[in-house]
């Protein structure tokens, strides 16, 4: 009975003590319910992406910068990427996450930037996908993928300087991209949340602009300033410059352009110098030993810039008898296909397009009959000499 | 009596003298000048600076198909015109490459890249016997320099292999036009006019990549030729990129003279073939011609005074002479008709010849053709997308956008 009093007693002495423990609670809970809110809002700041935003639970920061840099619609593909493969690293433990969900995002930040790119400049996306000689933009635009997808471990920190310094190799616009990277890398470190903050203070389409985002409105200035970092460069990356015309400045977008325009120069002085050394080879093969003359013209050695009045030499002759000889043997090198004449029906073809060219070349270097036949047929089929007649 | 003596002699003496007249027009032979004199190419005395030095498109030539004469219209190929008209003006340009007097010399394969010097030519004869070229010259700024018209007439000799080995039979007319142009441009240009011919070319390849930036640099002045209204900046990076791009530009021209001078070689062997055989019927043929026409001539003359003086003869031996004169006149014309015979043989062989050289280079003529067209494709391609990267960087810094 004692015992019982004790207890009640005990029950009435902790009676004064609820209020206490209620208002810690209310304030643990108000806490949470302001986290809550926050990372409600980030995720609704991402309408348009759908399985990032829940994996940026995870792995909150990289995923959010991440999704909230594409918020420009053509980017959804890449960060679907990124975030497809974020995804496939759940067994990781959290600590790593944060670095496999960077290195993720980096890994498919490399399509992404392609795909950004191409839909930067609409009338680009052929070349930026099909130039082979533009690793060094490419990389450049991986770096600033990986700064936007990896900014939350401190490993990643690396690619990001990795790729200013990839960046800082191509004029222009890779060392101001760089820059805003490099700025965007450090700032993620501390800003992973920060930034989901300032999402939650609401910046409804803030991420798309360098100049609609206000400054004092992200938590840090270094934090403001990558997340805009992030931004620029992941909607540079991915989406950016279609509608970067805000978003970029006029310099910026300068240099971006001519970026473009360098790796349409490396393509083209690929394609071009294979095409000569090609040619060059075909031209000794219908005669290096032939004329001087030819040979200067042909120039072998002329080179690029080849002929030089004194490699052209005088000519011609005894090497054009020793092109008529040399020509059979040196079949070796290339042999010039042989040729079979036009049908009746066919006219000279001086006025065909390149289709139809194709088509009498093939025709005329077809060894088998039934595969010429079928060749001229194709052809006239395709200038309309069938129906002609 | 005499008066009728009188008449018969100088009756006879007409008939004698007309035939003698046929006889010597039988006998009387064209009389070709054939040059064998060798014109070298004259290089410029004084050293020429590099900015001095102006760059030269060579155009295909017009095969002057058009302008054939009716009697030459059986034995012109015109598809040896074609190959002719893309093999002639390479070894112009090589020959003005080797002159040293030019900047780079160029066969153009279109007209889009602006030079200093463009030379357009037609090709109005070509035998193997004799060459006849019109040659038109002009500059960047639509300036016309001059119009000439070059023909040689070469000898069996210039087709010997130790003369082959030199050169091509018909080296003299390039090294002409070489000499021509350097007189020309000596005679006429002074520095400043050449620095704005440079400075023009420049510009036009500028208009054609950012017309937006470089239309305005430029005016038509009353000759309706191009002239500098103003000039951009060295440092203006809009300058730079074209620059950047002309290089580019260059170096495809480059790489189609590969095209060219693969063309070139192969069509060397059969072609030199095919001119100095031309050459030997070309000449048969003509003096069969000539021949033919003169006896047509003179046996028409004869058979006349034959007709006048069988006629009008007054004796018996008057009426024989003239009747005589018809005979002669009649076998003199039946010969022409013989001489005529074996031309058209000749005529024949010609024909021949130029099949058999046709079905040698049409093929080759029609592969290059394509691959310049293919290749001039894809560039052109290129450089479309420059200008609209061109176009967009004018457009971002103008703040149009």
Known sequence: ?389 | MSAMTALTVQQAKRILGVGLLALILVACNTHTVKSTSYTPIVQDSQDVPEELLLDVGVAIFDPGIDEVAKRDEETTNPEIRVAESRYAPYLLAETLQRSANWGIVRLMPNSESPMDVYINGTILQSDGEAMQMRIEVSDSSGREWYTKVYDEVISQFSYEPSQRQQADPFQVIYNKISNDLLEYRNRNLTDEQIVEIRTISELLFARRFSPEVFDSYLTTNRQGNLAITALPAETDPVLQRVRDIRERDFMFIDTVQDYYATYVRQMRLPYDTWRALSYDETITLRELRDSAKRRFIAGTAVVLGGLAAATSGGNYATQTGGAIGVGAGAYLIKSGFDKQAEARIHMDALEELGESLENEVAPRVFSLDDRTITLTGSVEEQYAQWKEVLAEIYASEVGDI
């Open chain 1, 1 to 389: 009975m004692d015992f019982m009093q004790l207890r009640s007693d005990k029950g009435k002495q902790h009676l004064p003590l609820p209020p206490l423990s209620r208002l810690i609670a209310l304030a643990a809970l108000s806490l949470s319910l302001v986290a809550c809110q926050s990372s409600s809002s980030s995720s609704s700041s991402s309408p348009s992406m759908p399985s990032s935003s829940s994996s940026s639970s995870s792995s909150p920061p990289s995923s959010s910068s991440s999704s909230s840099s594409p918020s420009s619609s053509q980017s959804s593909s890449s960060s679907s990427q990124s975030s497809g493969q974020t995804q496939s690293t759940p067994n990781s433990p959290s600590s790593q996450s944060g670095q496999q969900s960077s290195q993720g995002s980096a890994a498919g930040s490399q399509p992404s930037a392609n795909s950004g790119s191409a839909g930067q400049q609409p009338g680009q996306a052929g070349r930026d996908g099909s130039s082979p000689a533009a690793q060094g933009s490419q990389q450049g635009s991986q770096s600033t993928g990986s700064a936007a997808g990896s900014t939350p471990t401190g490993t990643l920190s690396n690619s990001p300087g990795q790729a200013a310094g990839s960046q800082a190799r191509l004029p222009g616009a890779g060392s101001q991209s760089g820059s805003a990277d490099r700025a965007g890398s450090t700032g993620d470190l501390d800003s992973g949340t920060s930034q989901s903050s300032g999402g939650g203070l609401g910046r409804p389409s803030g991420d798309y602009s360098l100049d609609t985002l206000p400054d004092g409105v992200l938590s840090g200035g270094s934090g403001s300033e990558d997340s805009n970092g992030q931004a620029s460069s992941g909607s540079g990356d991915g989406v950016a410059q279609p509608n970067g015309n805000g978003a970029m400045t006029a310099q910026e977008r300068g240099e971006v352009l001519d970026e473009q325009l360098r790796r349409g120069y490396e393509t083209f002085d690929g394609f071009i110098l294979s095409e000569r050394e090609r040619a060059q080879a075909e031209s000794n093969a219908a005669g290096s030993s032939a004329a001087g003359g030819s040979a200067g013209g042909g120039g072998g050695g002329g080179g690029s810039s080849s002929s030089q009045p004194q490699t052209m030499p005088e000519s011609g002759a005894p090497p054009s008898a020793v092109l008529a000889s040399s020509l059979p043997p040196g079949v070796s090198s290339s042999p010039p296909p042989e040729t079979f004449p036009a049908p009746e029906d066919i006219p000279n073809g001086r006025d065909d397009d390149v289709v139809a060219r194709q088509l009498r070349e093939a025709a005329m270097n077809e060894p088998d009959a039934q595969l010429r036949e079928a060749l001229w047929q194709e052809y006239r089929n395709y200038t309309g000499i069938g129906e002609d007649q």
